[in-house]
T-cell receptor, first 113, second 112 residues
Framework: AAGVIQSPRHLIKEKRETATLKCYPIPRHDTVYWYQQGPGQDPQFLISFYEKMQSDKGSIPDRFSAQQFSDYHSELNMSSLELGDSALYFC????????????FGPGTRLTVL | GENVEQHPSTLSVQEGDSAVIKCTYSDSASNYFPWYKQELGKGPQLIIDIRSNVGEKKDQRIAVTLNKTAKHFSLHITETQPEDSAVYFCAAYSEYGNKLVFGAGTILRVKS
């Protein structure tokens, strides 16, 4: 079965640079979530989109923005990167709204030097 | 907002034994409780979930119980196998908070 696709899988950036992470949800899933996971920590919710509209916001820094496009894929844009932004970034998708099962992608490992 | 506590943080069991991981939540409005298994370098994988109108759910060797009154839920894995070794996260979803809140995770080691 098709799963959530994330690209790139690994990304290395310098401080103050920008990064764009992409997420392609499971076909026919209309809801996308972004999470940040630091080493040895649980995933922290950043932001979610339902039917291309932002539906909820978590602990997402103002330096980050995201959107969901007409084909339901989503992009997380990160600017003025800081060392503390180094983490695993996961995208998850679900069908029919937030209370349904969320299926996670393989993640993007971002390293900021 | 919702707060989820998970215990234990690490758990070692002998192959074939059972493993139990417990979580408590704070928001009485939470109504959906998934469990995820995360292997090294991979994304969390949904293994079982339970909704607030059900007290117990079972899927082969995995079962989850929910006590709404006490606001706690547990994951039970029977006949553990080495491939069950991973980090397990519980989570709770509240419609008021509109998001999943995760527990801190449990590192499960199954020794063969």
């Amino acid at each position: 079965a098709a799963g959530v696709i994330q690209s790139p899988r690994h990304l290395i950036k310098e401080k103050r640079e920008t990064a764009t992470l992409k997420c392609y949800p499971i076909p026919r899933h209309d809801t996308v979530y972004w999470y940040q996971q630091g080493p040895g920590q649980d995933p922290q919710f950043l932001i979610s989109f339902y039917e291309k509209m932002q539906s909820d916001k978590g602990s997402i820094p103002d330096r980050f923005s995201a959107q969901q496009f007409s084909d339901y894929h989503s992009e997380l844009n990160m600017s003025s990167l800081e060392l503390g932004d180094s983490a695993l970034y996961f995208c998850a998708s679900s069908s029919g709204g937030l209370i349904n099962e969320q299926f996670f992608g393989p993640g993007t490992r971002l390293t900021v030097l | 907002g919702e707060n989820v506590e998970q215990h234990p943080s690490t758990l070692s069991v002998q192959e074939g034994d059972s493993a139990v991981i417990k979580c408590t939540y704070s928001d009485s409005a939470s109504n959906y409780f998934p469990w995820y298994k995360q292997e090294l370098g991979k994304g969390p994988q949904l293994i079982i979930d339970i909704r607030s109108n059900v007290g117990e759910k079972k899927d082969q060797r995995i079962a989850v119980t929910l006590n709404k009154t006490a606001k706690h839920f547990s994951l039970h894995i029977t006949e553990t196998q080495p491939e069950d070794s991973a980090v397990y996260f519980c989570a709770a979803y509240s419609e008021y908070g509109n998001k999943l809140v995760f527990g801190a995770g449990t590192i499960l080691r199954v020794k063969s």
